[in-house]
């Protein structure tokens, strides 16, 4: 059956760090993958969409890089800040049909 | 833009309630929409994908009778949980896209039901 992990349930950095988050897949060939945070209480925002075909996506702070080889993504947060402490979801898709993992917390500390 | 409306927030009400949960995209018109189910420190589970006009497609395991999806408009889609019982107390959250196919999705803020 699919199954997607997260490397870990929760991560701690300290501020002014890289957080690299990873996204690990089996039994499943995505036409793309896409990255969300979450905050307590909240629906999750959309960050990026990485395809199949595309290696590695930017958008300001944020680098998400996509092996379909290894079945994996990680997810870089550079020079992190205390806001950036959420929950960080990963999601695997195919046309309308979208896998969530189960998310990792992370906790950046001043 | 993209904003997604989701409402009520809370619900608290005694068993064998059914409860209506109401789904809006209020900048875009949403092809799609998904219904999802999360409980603490878990993953999303989606509980069925609804498109404007036809009838929702429920994922195995989720019972269409209990959990009642209509989309009647590609602004609105609506939840309703039948006679709901404790263990239907959870984290409910719906999420909208502009088109089919690999697209993002935008969220509600979700309601948290309770069942008394």
């Known amino acids: 059956s699919q199954k997607i992990e997260q490397n870990s349930e929760a991560l701690n950095i300290q501020e002014g760090k890289t957080a690299t988050l990873t996204c690990n897949y089996t039994n499943y060939s995505p036409a793309y993958l896409q990255w969300y945070r979450q905050d307590p209480g909240r629906g999750p925002v959309f960050l990026l969409l990485?395809?199949?075909?595309?290696k590695e996506k930017r958008k300001e702070r944020l680098k998400v890089t996509f092996d379909t080889t290894l079945k994996q993504s990680l997810f870089h947060i550079t020079a992190s800040q205390p806001a950036d402490s959420a929950t960080y979801l990963c999601a695997l898709g195919n046309n309308n049909d979208m896998r969530f993992g189960a998310g990792t917390r992370l906790t950046v500390k001043p | 833009g993209a904003v997604v409306s989701q409402h009520p927030s809370w619900v608290i009400c005694k068993s064998g309630t059914s409860v209506k949960i109401e789904c809006r995209s209020l900048?875009?018109?949403?092809?799609?929409m998904f219904w999802y189910r999360q409980f603490p420190k878990q993953s999303l589970m989606l509980m069925a994908t609804?498109?404007?006009?036809?009838?929702?497609?429920?994922e195995q395991g989720v019972e269409k009778d209990k959990f009642l999806i209509n989309h009647a408009s590609l602004t609105l889609s609506t939840l309703t949980v039948t006679s709901a019982h404790p263990e239907d107390s959870s984290f409910y959250i719906c999420?909208?896209?502009?088109?089919?196919?690999?697209?993002?999705?935008?969220f509600g803020d979700g309601t948290r039901l309770s069942i008394l």
């Open positions: 609804s498109n404007e006009g036809s009838k929702a497609t429920y």
């Open positions: 999420s909208a896209s502009r088109r089919r196919g690999n697209q993002p999705q935008h």
């Open positions: 900048d875009f018109q949403a092809t799609t």
């Open positions: 990485i395809r199949e075909n595309e």
